[in-house]
């Protein structure tokens, strides 16, 4: 693929053959082991590959292509390293949310439990647990529904997890509260000891 990068291929010369070798490119990156340092580069080159293979597929010209490239894309961003994952996360929330509006949901509900139950993974990951669930949700029925109970039960794991993550927080900041409020009690206690020493200096 490099290779045909290197000869000259271009959006411009070719763009079909251009956009599959980027999206082969991509795909290729995402499969490679990522032990070494010299690793670590390919989530990016990845996601490069990708976005240049979308300026060519568009949804009114390449619908499969368009729609499988950008799952990647929007996967890539959700699950591969980066040192800006929460960028990372909120592009991956709007590149499904794009992929929801053309999936048909009557004739691939299957599918579009996928993207839904992929799309809460990314808005958990970003503490909106909120909509996460409602996602979750709407995607353990469609899975329950259509023959496929691992994938809801794998779901309310999901769930629960989230449960116990808005749990453990509100349990935190419970304890925060707690304490400043001691530290506020403790500290109009010696406000009123101190004032309490002055006026009884004043007296004497």
């Not at 000259?8 to 010369?13: E, H, K, R, W």
């Not at 499988?68 to 929330?93: G, M, R």
């Not at 009557?106 to 909509?131: C, E, I, T, V």
């Not at 353990?140 to 449960?163: C, M, N, T």
Request: charged share 20%; aromatic share 6%; no cysteine.
């Amino acid at each position: 693929y490099q290779e045909a990068l290197a000869s000259g291929l271009s959006a411009t010369s070719n763009p079909e053959a251009f956009a599959m070798v980027q999206r082969q490119l991509g795909l290729a990156y995402l499969t490679l082991p990522m032990h070494s340092h010299a690793a670590k580069l390919r989530p990016g080159i990845a996601i490069q590959a990708f976005r240049k293979a979308l300026e060519i597929y568009r949804p009114e010209t390449h619908p499969e292509l368009w729609a499988s490239t950008q799952l990647n894309l929007a996967n890539a961003l959700q699950y591969l390293p980066s040192s800006h994952p929460q960028e990372n996360l909120v592009q991956a929330v709007e590149l499904y949310e794009e992929l929801l509006g053309y999936r048909n949901q009557a004739k691939d509900p299957l599918g579009y439990a996928r993207l839904l139950a992929n799309q809460a993974n990314a808005l958990a990951h970003l503490g909106m647990f909120p909509p996460a669930l409602k996602k979750y949700e709407t995607a353990r029925k469609l899975f329950h529904w259509h023959g496929e109970p691992d994938l809801a039960a794998e779901i309310l794991e999901q769930v629960a997890v989230i449960h116990d993550r808005r749990a453990a927080a509100n349990e935190s900041a419970a304890n925060e509260s707690a304490a400043n409020e001691s530290a506020a009690n403790e500290s109009a206690a010696n406000e009123a000891v101190a004032e309490e020493a002055a006026s009884s200096n004043q007296e004497d």
